[in-house]
């Protein structure tokens, strides 16, 4: 073993338990969703900045990338180690994981996801054509009497159906005439539907690829 080797070794030998689970913590960076990073260096440069004999002998955990948040744990309490582990979850609860922009919580099909409005409006729009799509495929064989009524519709497809396919169904809401659509009606705007959701999925890659 070289002179140089030793002196590395003995470099990282010396590194405190504590220095050690930030640099492990720094390690795992390539991890954390791409909008959470800038918070999490923020955290681990707060860290550093903190390091003392006292702290030696405490060590922070893996991050862990839960729905709502970035959490670390830490083997023991330290109120300046609490103060800069809360001030993250509460940043990156706010934090688009995707962009980085200001976000809120949002549900997307069976998972929970923290995005700014930009980033959820195509991929919530996706989702709901999919849902759409997937269940009116689904009823079709058997549903040929099936209606949709106006406020059957999800919100979101309601733009992508012409005002003049809707029939007034007879029916009054609130003063305004219902309309509906039937199913086989319906089912004659799915290519429609579909193209808008290929041109999504295109429009959100093209996003993640910047
Ligand atoms: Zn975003």
Known sequence: MN??????????DDRSPF????????????????????VYHKALVALRAIDCPARAHIQLTSPRMADLNLDVGVTKPDSCIDGILR??????????????????????DRTLQVMCAECAAPRLLRFWISSFVQQMAGALPSGSRLVYTY?????????????????ASGESCKGALAVSLSLIEMA?????????????????AAKDSQ
């Open 3 to 12: 002179k140089s080797s030793i002196k590395r070794q003995s470099t990282a």
């Open 19 to 38: 220095e050690q689970s930030i640099h492990r913590l720094a390690a795992r960076a390539g991890d954390v969703p791409i909008g959470w990073r800038p």
């Open 87 to 108: 001030k993250l979850r509460l940043r990156t609860a706010c934090t688009c994981e995707l962009c980085g922009a200001t976000g809120t919580l949002r549900s997307m």
């Open 151 to 167: 406020d059957q519709v999800p919100l979101q497809l309601r733009p992508l159906i012409p005002a003049t396919a809707w029939s």
């Open 188 to 204: 004659a705007f799915q290519g429609r539907f579909e193209a808008v959701g290929n041109s999504l999925d295109l429009l959100v």
